[in-house]
């Protein structure tokens, strides 16, 4: 298998783990949750299992991709490390959060399920968000030239990076939503929209990881380019210095 291959096929395997979860999912519903060790593993709407395990992992690896990122040498097309790093810390938040369920603890303490307490929490610690939101600003003002520089040299990897958050958000967030507002009387609805909502979710991870592992290739087989390139150069330099003595 070549090595430009491999992040297709790593993709196209996490895509197959995918569906398997799926299936199994819906095998413990058709036996009525008759087999305790089967639902544990793989129930699709619960927390601690299989599942969860696996977009964890997806986004853990999608993390050290990025961190790898930082060793390579720098060009003129290259972004800065400083990018690469806090890309590194958000995939390894949301990663860890997978597993530790960071946000539905938060939820918990609040008292809210879903965004209903962002505008009461706004208004009683508008002085704390406002300082927040300058220290984002602050951020993307420092990663604005190489967010520029990423997007005008690796234009495909950015887009593939949105497609696969976009469509974890839409499925963590939007289909999620809806699932809030089934009523109990229908439970196959239910548990239709815990399959959409997982599936992609886990989906949306498997592209961003397509996109990290893609441009990680890239940027190691450029920054190969450029160390040959400067050995050319140097072999070139003290082959004429030698000529000219």
């Given at each position: 298998?070549?090595?430009?291959?491999?992040?297709?096929?790593?993709?196209?395997?996490?895509?197959?783990?995918?569906l398997?979860?799926?299936?199994?999912?819906?095998?413990?519903?058709?036996?009525?949750?008759?087999?305790?060790?089967?639902?544990?593993?793989?129930?699709?709407?619960?927390?601690?299992n299989?599942?969860?395990?696996?977009?964890?992992?997806?986004?853990?690896?999608?993390?050290?991709?990025?961190?790898?990122?930082?060793?390579?040498?720098?060009?003129?097309?290259?972004?800065?490390?400083?990018?690469?790093?806090?890309?590194g810390?958000a995939?390894?938040?949301?990663?860890?959060?997978?597993?530790?369920?960071?946000?539905?603890?938060?939820?918990?303490?609040?008292?809210?399920?879903?965004?209903?307490?962002?505008?009461p929490?706004?208004?009683?610690?508008?002085?704390?968000?406002?300082?927040?939101?300058?220290?984002?600003?602050?951020?993307?003002?420092?990663?604005?030239?190489?967010?520029?520089?990423?997007?005008?040299?690796?234009?495909?990897?950015?887009?593939?990076?949105?497609?696969g958050?976009?469509?974890?958000?839409?499925?963590?967030?939007?289909?999620?939503?809806?699932?809030?507002?089934?009523?109990?009387?229908h439970?196959?609805?239910?548990?239709?929209?815990?399959?959409?909502?997982?599936?992609?979710?886990?989906?949306?991870?498997?592209?961003?990881?397509?996109?990290?592992?893609?441009?990680?290739?890239?940027?190691?087989?450029?920054?190969?380019?450029?160390?040959?390139?400067?050995?050319?150069?140097?072999?070139?330099?003290?082959?004429?210095?030698?000529?000219?003595?």
């Amino acid at each position: 298998m070549k090595i430009s291959q491999l992040p297709s096929r790593i993709f196209f395997t996490a895509l197959s783990c995918e569906l398997i979860l799926v299936v199994l999912y819906w095998v413990d519903i058709a036996t009525n949750y008759s087999f305790q060790l089967l639902h544990g593993l793989f129930d699709l709407d619960g927390e601690g299992n299989i599942p969860a395990w696996f977009s964890s992992c997806q986004l853990f690896a999608v993390a050290i991709s990025y961190f790898s990122c930082v060793r390579r040498k720098g060009s003129e097309i290259r972004p800065s490390r400083v990018l690469f790093i806090v890309a590194g810390i958000a995939a390894l938040y949301v990663s860890s959060d997978e597993t530790a369920q960071i946000h539905e603890r938060v939820h918990a303490l609040i008292g809210a399920r879903y965004i209903d307490w962002i505008p009461p929490f706004i208004v009683q610690n508008f002085f704390f968000v406002m300082v927040f939101t300058a220290i984002l600003v602050s951020i993307g003002q420092m990663l604005a030239k190489d967010l520029l520089r990423l997007w005008v040299h690796h234009r495909r990897f950015v887009l593939l990076t949105l497609l696969g958050a976009a469509i974890g958000l839409t499925g963590g967030m939007v289909v999620e939503t809806i699932g809030y507002h089934i009523p109990p009387t229908h439970p196959i609805l239910y548990r239709l929209e815990v399959t959409v909502e997982e599936f992609m979710e886990m989906f949306g991870a498997s592209v961003i990881l397509l996109a990290a592992l893609q441009l990680r290739r890239r940027l190691a087989n450029q920054s190969g380019a450029t160390v040959r390139q400067r050995r050319v150069q140097s072999v070139a330099s003290a082959a004429k210095y030698q000529a000219v003595s």
